[in-house]
């Protein structure tokens, strides 16, 4: 079993940053991808980026340049770092964990971006 625990969200006027963290309860050295996710108000749950424990990252088309995703094995931490959000980056944002095919989820963190 794997607990995920979102902070950092809160409200930022566009164009600010914002820093999401993830802690885990577990060692995430051996989880193969770890991700961040978000939902906003009437939409799918989206892919935002992900981590692979060989390094590798991905992100999705709409916040590739502007959000970078990080992990620290050794604090058993995930990040988000948010640069020049959009109000259309308003969501929850979810951390999520990829072991073994088994996807584990924290309970999201709100982010709000003002016009």
């Known amino acids: 079993q794997v607990q995920l625990v979102e902070s950092g969200g809160g409200l930022v006027q566009a164009g600010g940053s914002l820093r999401l963290s993830c802690a885990a309860s577990?060692?995430?050295?051996?989880?193969?991808?770890m991700g961040w996710y978000r939902q906003a108000p009437g939409k799918q749950r989206e892919l935002v980026a992900v981590t692979q424990s060989g390094g590798t990252t991905n992100y999705a088309d709409s916040v590739k340049g502007r959000f970078t995703i990080s992990r620290d094995n050794a604090k058993n931490m995930v990040y988000l770092q948010m640069n020049s959000l959009k109000p259309e980056d308003t969501a929850v944002y979810y951390c999520?964990?990829?072991?073994?095919?088994?996807?584990?989820w924290g309970k999201g963190t709100l982010v709000t971006v003002s016009p």
């Open positions: 999520n964990a990829d072991l073994w095919s088994v996807h584990y």
């Open positions: 577990v060692s995430i050295s051996g989880i193969s991808a």
